[in-house]
Every structure is written in C-alpha cells, then in structure tokens.
C-alpha cells in the first residue's frame, strides 16, 4: 500500500506502538478528511487497470488481470485498510452519509478477487508448482517436500462447516 496519500493517522498509530482496542483508536480531528485521505489512499493502492474516477469505484471482470502491489502485500498491505476501515466505522456518526460502508464493501471485494486469482494461479500452474522441486539441501538430508494445497479449507474450517 503506498505511503502516500496516506491517511496521517495511520503514521501517529505507528508511532504509538500499533496498538489494538477501542481505546488505541487514533484521535480523528475531522471524519470528513479521514474519509476524503483513505479513499484518496485506497485509490493511489489499486491497480492501473482499475476505474476509480468515481466512488464507489466500479467491480469489474478481473479475469488474467495483474493486482500490482495489493497483491504484494508488504509488511501490512491490506491489514492497515481494513484496521482503518475499523477507525472509521468508531468514529463516524451513523447519522452522517459516509462512504464507509461502500469502502468496506469494495475492500471486502478487493480481497475476495485476490483470493479468487491466487487460486487460479495455483491451479492452473505445473505441476512442479504444486509439487516444489527437490533443492540438493533437501536431498542431502533426504527430505523431499510434500504438496501444498493453499486453496483447499483448513481442517478447522471444515469442522466449523461441518
């Protein structure tokens, strides 16, 4: 996620140790500027390809599409806009027209589609990527790594399914 537009309280949250809870949230002087930074940010982290002349910013096909940097991560990436977006839900006056609720629906979108291309890249790959090849450290201690499946569920989610 890029540095800039940034909202200013996400660097006074980092300073102070990154702390969770009600009580940690940032003191937000005006929601108006918190609102118009993040959606600013939110806009300065999607990919080229994406439309975000207008807010909501439009969901469309994002088959083959390239994710650039939100699907790099980083050290906090899409963590630090879904902590945001927690600030923002506290501090709004539910009263208010906000975006807030549009911004949560297209993060929640956002990560979805992330998940959908990260799955379909495992899929469709070779099998030397699911199965990763033998280095010759592997070899030499006689280890061989076993398959990994990153999209199929957990043990402790099919439980909870179940």
Do not use: Y
Not at 48 to 65: L, M
Not at 92 to 101: A, F, I, T, Y
Not at 112 to 117: M, N, Q, V
Request: overall charge positive.
């Amino acid at each position: 996620m890029p540095t800039n537009p940034r909202p200013k309280e996400l660097a006074r949250w980092f300073k102070c140790g990154r702390r969770f809870g009600k009580k940690d949230v940032p003191s937000i002087e005006s929601v108006q500027d918190f609102e118009d930074e993040w959606v600013a940010w939110w806009s300065a982290a999607q990919p080229k390809w994406r439309n975000t002349s207008d807010w909501p910013f439009a969901q469309e096909d994002t088959n083959g599409r390239n994710w650039g940097s939100l699907a790099d991560g980083g050290k906090d990436g899409l963590f630090l806009a879904m902590v945001s977006l927690g600030w923002w839900v506290i501090v709004r006056n539910p009263s208010e027209d906000s975006k807030v609720d549009e911004a949560i629906e297209d993060v929640t979108w956002v990560v979805g589609e992330l998940i959908s291309s990260l799955c379909e890249a495992t899929t469709t790959r070779s099998d030397t990527m699911v199965n990763p090849p033998v280095s010759p450290s592997t070899v030499s201690r006689g280890k061989r790594p076993t398959p990994t499946k990153i999209c199929s569920p957990s043990r402790r989610a099919k439980r909870i399914r179940a």
